[in-house]
């Protein structure tokens, strides 16, 4: 873009938010769908490095379902969903701990790096920053009609996040760049939803906003259009007369839950248009749904 004036207007437009999220912390899930191509990969780094050069306090939560899943098909392992989350036995949380707290988490460093920032890589086992205990879901059983408990072996719910890391680096140079697992005070390592995990973040963290980045343009009506703006009352609505199914489910209750824990506006949006997290935050119309109190 070689037009001045137009670079001008863009500027001036972005300016106002730039201020407006100087020094407040944002939550970024980036999940293993929206991690498309080395090209988005790098935009989404340049985005992050982007916002902690304009004063803004990023903090990276990322999945890798898709990148666990062909993993487990390379070593042989079966692995099975119920009720959105990963069965988890224990080669299957050796292996969830290998993908995400090793080599996506490091590559995500390493592309934010690139972009002249300082991330460090963490898990909820550094710093003591989370522990979680095995998650207690249950479901209505299609025969009999009784709720039964999902045995999912080590899949966890985060039980306690302490924000002093987390602290320490928002003061520093420092970007965290998290991946979602936690021991549990059992002893034992636990493989915690992606979704789920940054939403025990931002609400500890009292966060300004939480992006989540996914495949999908936001949530969508019933004709297919997105819908830009969702209250909780609204957002519960659509999960109850089915328009939100499936993956959306539990992403959308995520955001209930973390706006019910402080967090002050939570969006969804497509990791796969370049730049998103840039224009959902610097631009007056955003670019996904977002959920307001
Ligand atoms: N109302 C809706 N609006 C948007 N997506 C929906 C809706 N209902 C169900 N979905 C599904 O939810 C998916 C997103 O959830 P999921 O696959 O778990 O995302 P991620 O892997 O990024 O966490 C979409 O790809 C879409 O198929
Ligand atoms: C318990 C559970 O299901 N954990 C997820 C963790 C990764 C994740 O959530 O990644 P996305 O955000 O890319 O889906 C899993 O094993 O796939």
Known sequence: ????????????????????????????????????????????ARDIALLKQSGVNPIVVHGGGPQIASMLQRLGIQSEFRGGLRVTDQATVEIVEMVLAGSINKEIVALINKEGEWAIGLSGKDGNMVFAERAKKTQVHP?????????????????????????????????????????GRDGNTYNINADTFAGAIAGALQASRLLFLTDVPGVLDANKNLIHELTVAEARALIADGTISGGMIPKVETCIEAIERGVQGVVILNGKTPHAVLLELFTQHGAGTLIVP
Request: aromatic fraction near 6%.
């Open 1 to 44: 873009m070689d037009n001045p004036e137009e670079q001008a207007r863009l500027l001036s437009d972005a300016l106002p938010y730039m201020q407006r999220y100087e020094n407040k912390t944002v939550v970024v899930k980036y999940g293993g769908h929206a991690m498309g191509n080395a090209a988005l990969g790098q935009a989404f």
């Open 143 to 183: 025969d009999t009609g009784e709720t039964e408990l999902l045995d999912l072996g080590f899949v966890g719910e985060p039980t306690e996040v302490d924000r002093t890391l987390l602290d320490l680096l928002a003061r520093s140079e420092m970007i965290p760049v998290i991946a979602p697992v936690a021991p």
